[in-house]
């Protein structure tokens, strides 16, 4: 009993002091982030905005590059059939 006393003692007040300088180390980081929101509350707005309107931006290019892919797919599996058109050619009959 008596080294479990003296364990909580030492160890215990050790771990609440670590406890409380993290709280305070939070409640400074809270702080801190609270005031750079509120300084920069128009230019995050703005930046949230500027995020939105490259949405359609972004669906163009994947569509683009879906398109060239599948050319790409189309001219790897039959180049002579791609670049010459998938017309056989007519062989001459004098």
């Known amino acids: 009993m008596r080294s479990a006393n003296g364990l909580l003692n030492e160890q215990g007040k050790q771990a609440f002091g670590s406890a409380e300088q993290a709280m305070k180390s939070l409640e400074h980081s809270t702080a801190t982030l609270n005031t750079l929101l509120t300084d920069n509350k128009s230019s995050v707005n703005s930046g949230l905005q500027g995020l ?36 056989k050619n007519k062989e001459f009959t004098p």
């Open 52 to 87: 939105n309107e490259l949405a359609p931006a972004v669906r163009e290019l994947r569509e683009t590059l879906g398109s060239l892919r599948a050319i790409s797919r189309r001219l790897e599996a039959n180049p002579s059939g791609y670049l010459l058109g998938s017309d």
